[in-house]
């Protein structure tokens, strides 16, 4: 039996992906924060779901609470096979109106979160020479449309992080992916934060109100029965989990595309040819795609 961690268990594709590996047979241990309050509904009904279910408190954005819960885990299951960091948060308004504890806060769950438990179970994957870590990226990790500058920053900041650190863990026979959905119906709209900055929206005038008006948009049309299926997203884990090392893509665009499809059809040459004009193709193996 495989073991997998999924972060962000609590909701949209990380609740789904759970149950979904559980009917593979897979051992899931599900992380979320708030077991006590917030999720402890969501944890009764994982475990009633399937006994290959374990749910676990962890707070991505604390390292204690990360390194307690990982070291938890891997006492129980003895190896990691696959971590899929799916905990996020998204943020949508004027970029220059958001404090930089906004922006911060939302680094410290969509980067450094994935940082922290990236670096839980490298270790223990290195040394078993084998493993997959799926990291959720975003269509906006590799553009930038107007309004989701602090959300678009992590998600920059992640993709670089991950493509760096995919070809340093391959000779390891480990694999870092990234899946970037476009726009779902996840709930993930409503769990942001209006700009604290007050003043500088009133600057904006009638443009402070666009955000808005676009997020509602944005939520009719994934309600909608043309809207895109999360489970898209949780199938392309799925995915990956079952292809071998080294037949994985870097990247997998699910959903609507708005272009990053051919963006990284034309930009991973590109990247990947860094390997050769640094000399080190031979030394790390050469991974690409």
């Known amino acids: 039996m495989k073991n997998i961690i999924i972060t962000g268990s609590s909701s ?48 991505v954005t604390n390292d204690t609470s990360v390194e307690e819960a990982m070291d938890s885990i891997l006492k129980q299951a003895g190896n990691i096979d696959i971590l899929i960091n799916n905990a996020g948060i998204m943020y949508i308004g004027i970029t220059e109106a958001f404090s930089v504890e906004q922006a911060r806060f939302q680094m410290e769950t969509n980067y450094f979160g994935a940082i922290r438990t990236m670096q839980a179970v490298l270790p223990a994957m290195r ?20 309004f989701f500058g602090t959300y678009t920053a992590t998600k920059h900041a992640l993709e670089g ?15 870092i992916v990234m899946v970037e959905p476009g726009p779902f119906g996840t709930g993930l709209l409503a769990s942001g934060q209006a700009p604290t900055h007050s003043d500088t ?41 079952e ?17 990053v499809d051919e963006i990284n059809e034309l930009t991973q040459p590109i990247q990947d040819r860094v390997l050769k004009e640094m000399q080190l193709e031979n030394v790390l193996g050469g991974i690409s795609a």
């Open 12 to 59: 949209g594709f990380g609740l789904k992906a759970v149950k979904d590996f559980a009917d593979k047979g897979y051992q899931v241990f599900a992380t979320m924060r708030n077991l006590e309050e917030k999720n402890a509904k969501v944890k009764t009904e994982l475990e009633d779901y399937s006994s290959h279910i374990k749910v676990v408190d962890m707070d």
């Open 127 to 146: 040394k078993s020479g084998s493993g997959l870590i799926i990291n959720t990226s975003s269509l906006v990790g590799r553009i930038s449309p107007p």
């Open 161 to 175: 992080y991950s493509q760096a650190l995919r070809y340093e863990v391959s000779p390891f026979g480990v694999d």
């Open 201 to 241: 929206l009133e600057s904006y005038g009638e443009l402070a109100g666009v955000p808005t008006a676009m997020g509602e948009s944005f939520a009719k049309m994934l309600q909608s029965e043309d809207a895109p299926d999360p489970q898209w997203v949780v199938d392309a884990y799925l995915k990956l989990a």
């Open 243 to 259: 292809r071998p090392f080294g037949k994985r893509p870097t990247r997998t665009v699910v959903g609507i595309t708005w272009g």
